[in-house]
């Protein structure tokens, strides 16, 4: 069954990712919070939650264990106190380039002979979620 591979496949990397980011205390969460902005720059909360599929819920908490510990920080956008941007701080910067080996272990743990088979499978997990996300949109069309 395809549903049973792709869990036994994001539960290995989740794995994977835990063993990798143990050394420095991070989550696979928190360290895709940090791809983010890393990638992205200083975003909303709103932002974040939506571009990584996590509720306020489980967001929140997130980011102020990650404030605490002095990787990003949040603060109100004075126009609007309801908007809430998060940054990273030198230390949250300075972790890109000690964990600039993350991304290169995880993709040679694929076994994908090369970067055309890392497009190809991106793609395909890709349309696999779109398709994923409007069968729990519409179950019965």
């Avoid at 591979?5 to 994977?16: F, G, I």
């Avoid at 030198?90 to 890109?96: A, C, D, P, S």
């Avoid at 991106?122 to 519409?138: I, K």
């Amino acid at each position: 069954m395809v549903c049973l591979a792709v869990h036994s496949a994001a539960r290995a990397t989740t794995q994977a990712y835990r063993a990798l980011l143990a050394p420095w205390g991070l989550t696979y969460t928190q360290y895709v919070v940090l791809v983010v902005l890393w990638t992205e720059g200083e975003r909303t909360v709103s932002d974040l939650g939506e571009r990584l599929q996590l509720d306020s819920g489980t967001l929140s908490p997130l980011l102020r264990r990650m404030e605490t510990a002095g990787l990003l920080v949040r603060e109100r956008r004075d126009r609007d106190e309801r908007v809430v941007t998060v940054a990273l701080t030198e230390r949250g910067l300075e972790l890109r380039q000690e964990l600039s080996f993350v991304p290169s272990r995880i993709a040679a743990a694929t076994g994908l002979p090369d970067q055309a088979a890392a497009y190809a499978l991106l793609e395909t997990l890709h349309r696999l979620d779109r398709e994923m996300r409007a069968v729990a949109a519409d179950p019965h069309p």
